[in-house]
């Protein structure tokens, strides 16, 4: 994975445990999903709501499944990821779009909208 001079968060918490700066994991983890909701709600990054069902959104649209039991329906987080990476590799015929390939978000954004919609 490129990391694209970003760190991932886990990367942050370690770093912070070493120096000495207290930074519990799940405030972190919580951060991440705030980023992940931010990116998934704005309609000029993720736009997840144009196909979209998600709790708390509004003019949601209905051409993909409804983002609920996330955890349920892919307790594989890394298959979660993979599929907002690149949908195409698993259904070739998916309107979602490949959001990683086209650099449409960066790794680290995909890794909050990861959390975020497995929070869900």
């Given at each position: ?35 992940g909701k ?9 736009n997840c709501?144009?196909?979209?069902q998600i ?66």
């Open positions: 994975m490129k990391l694209k001079g970003k760190l991932p968060v886990m990367m942050l918490v370690v770093m912070a445990a070493v120096s000495g700066i207290s930074m519990p994991l799940a405030s972190a983890n919580e951060e991440l999903i705030a980023k931010e990116i998934s709600f704005d309609r000029k990054k993720g709501l144009t196909c979209h709790a708390g959104g509004t003019l949601m649209g209905n051409i993909g499944p409804p983002l609920i039991a996330m955890k349920a329906r892919f307790p594989d987080k890394a298959k979660l990821r993979a599929d907002i990476w690149d949908m195409t590799k698993r259904n070739p015929h998916t309107m979602m779009p490949p959001f990683g390939k086209y650099g449409v978000l960066t790794d680290s954004e995909i890794d909050a909208v990861t959390e975020f919609v497995h929070s869900l």
